[in-house]
């Protein structure tokens, strides 16, 4: 017997069929604006991680400036030595740096400068101001941790074994986990309704940038020294080149995801980028101080390698510093 069902007939939507081609132009558009964010769900915070946050926090800070005034006391006495590739090499010779390259140690006197005059300060405000219900320094938080993560992973795992080694790893943890801590102390569902008046294009396009510019910045004089047959520049001492690594392989997808979400409206973009903000505030104050103390040291740098550095990222501390305070600003209006 023959199936007498007919099959259902598709419901046509006559507003679609009416509209005029300026109207569907109109439509196009709005279906492809940035959504509003999902609202996400309130964390529940016990006083036991608001203890560990402001314990690690205070152990940073405390942490973070003896072994920057520690790396500050000693200037370069260069030992000569030759690598295990043949190549000779110029130690520091003197300090907590004696062991590493003079190109490295003094590098890294430059961002322990950095780090005892602006991000000690700067972590000891944000806890300070988050203590007393300030909704800007529990933003900026993270961010301030994120320099101690970034700085003292880097020290961990690329400077020569020295005395401050424990110190080191001490502050790679301290930072890691406290960092974890101040995102979780983040007012979440606030930034997530505040979405609709936060600057979406400078912070979102310029973490785009970033995650470009950094891999081709860092990435393509190795590729080149390598298709050549030779070693990359500054290698020195060095089995790898763990900065070049830490930040390609951590900074680069980072700044692309939360540019990628921040262009679209999503809150956990604005959560991601306020501490890669930060990093790049310090940018031209920290790459000022190593060239200080390299120079200093008797490095010997070309006037291009001086200059060109120094305006990139004037340049884009700049524009991540407009960046932040915009956000900041936006985020936690002042009744």
Not at 195 to 217: C, E, N, Q
Not at 240 to 256: F, H, Q, R, S, Y
Request: charged letters at 15%.
């Amino acid at each position: 017997m023959a199936n007498t069902r007919r099959a259902p007939e598709r419901s046509i939507d006559r507003r679609s069929v009416d509209r005029s081609p300026r109207d569907r132009s109109r439509q196009r558009a709005a279906d492809r604006a940035p959504r509003p964010s999902r609202r996400p769900p309130t964390p529940t915070r016990s006083a036991a991680e608001r203890r560990w946050l402001v314990r690690l926090g205070w152990a940073t800070v405390v942490l973070g400036a003896g072994a920057a005034v520690v790396g500050l006391l000693t200037g370069p006495d260069p030992v000569t030595v030759t690598s295990v590739r043949g190549q000779e090499v110029e130690l520091f010779g003197a300090g907590v740096y004696r062991y590493d390259s003079v190109f490295a140690a003094s590098a890294n006197r430059g961002t322990d400068l950095v780090t005892l005059v602006l991000a000690v300060p700067f972590l000891a405000w944000c806890l300070a101001g988050a203590r007393r219900g300030s909704a800007r320094a529990r933003l900026l938080l993270p961010g301030a941790f994120a320099w101690f993560l970034y700085v003292y992973a880097t020290m961990t795992m690329a400077a020569a074994l020295n005395p401050l080694f424990v110190v080191h790893v001490g502050l790679f943890a301290a930072s890691l986990f406290g960092g974890a801590l101040a995102v979780r102390a983040l007012d979440v569902s606030a930034l997530a309704d505040a979405v609709g008046r936060l600057p979406r294009r400078l912070p979102g396009w310029l973490m785009v940038v970033s995650g470009i510019a950094t891999p081709v910045i860092w990435l393509g004089p190795v590729v080149g020294a390598q298709l050549a047959g030779e070693l990359p520049a500054r290698l020195d001492t060095y089995t790898t080149l763990v900065t070049i690594g830490l930040d390609t392989a951590t900074i680069t997808p980072a700044a692309l995801v939360a540019g990628a979400l921040i262009l679209r409206g999503r809150w956990l973009g604005y959560v991601m980028v306020v501490p890669l903000l930060v990093i790049e505030s310090a940018l031209a104050p920290v790459l000022s101080a190593q060239t200080y103390f390299q120079v200093g040291a008797g490095v010997q740098l070309a006037p291009g390698e001086i200059v060109g550095p120094l305006v990139g990222f004037l340049v884009l501390s700049g524009f991540a510093i407009v960046a932040l305070v915009r956000l900041v600003r936006a985020a936690t209006p002042r009744a």
